[in-house]
């Protein structure tokens, strides 16, 4: 048999970040075992033909770095990424949530091009499944965040602003599938950040997820 693998490349919805398990004061948080996070989910219902690769980071963004803070960066890790757990017959990319943060100031077209950067260095590389092309992308629109009442440390709302450049998202992202030849999922349509903090998936949400991917997976490898 031969088994397909999978790189799930994205941030903290990927890792699995519990919603209203952190604390600002002591930076203690939770993650969601394996078979509750998304891509976990995904791979028990595809079964053995697929190898699904977890690559979640919290606070990754696109393309731009944090000021105090280094290697959040998509573009700076993906190409190394991809090498290391190739050959890889897809990569599914869910990203741009961090990108809303206040401390970045980008608009949505801004968010949108950083996502076309990574594409275009994904389909730049050699790490396909015969290593000689590059993997297939499923692109997941992020749902848009649910409030903006998320606080960091410092007691400072970080989002302000990014719920309108959240929901502007879909239309940018269905846009930029269509141009690149890419496979895509507008998630808004089906699930829902948590109340709790508004930009972090539940249980509920990651089982959604995993569900829907699964099924867009099978789709396009005709299973």
Request: net charge negative.
């Amino acid at each position: 048999m031969i088994v397909k693998n999978i790189l799930c490349f994205g941030d903290s919805n990927t890792w699995g970040f519990v919603p209203g398990a952190y604390n600002p004061r002591t930076l203690y948080m939770e993650r969601y075992p394996l078979s509750k996070r998304w891509p976990g989910v995904m791979s028990r219902i595809l079964g053995d033909e697929f190898h699904i690769i977890e690559e979640g980071l919290n606070g990754r963004t696109t393309n731009i770095e944090y000021p105090d803070l280094s290697g959040r960066s998509g573009t700076s890790y993906i190409v190394p990424c991809l090498y290391s757990h190739s050959p890889l017959d897809i990569v599914i990319l869910q990203l741009g949530i961090n990108d809303t943060k206040t401390i970045f100031d980008r608009n949505t077209v801004e968010i949108s091009e950083g996502i076309i950067e990574i594409i275009d260095l994904i389909m730049g590389t050699l790490y396909g499944k015969d290593m000689q092309s590059p993997p297939q992308i499923l692109l997941l629109s992020p749902p848009p965040l649910a409030h903006e009442g998320y606080i960091d440390q410092d007691g400072k709302l970080i989002f302000e602003g990014g719920r309108r450049k959240s929901l502007q998202f879909h239309d940018h992202y269905d846009q930029i599938a269509k141009d690149k030849g890419c496979y895509y999922i507008n998630l808004s349509s089906e699930v829902g950040y948590s109340k709790i903090d508004g930009l972090h998936l539940d249980e509920e949400g990651h089982g959604i997820v995993g569900s829907i991917t699964a099924s867009k997976i099978k789709e396009i490898f005709k299973l």
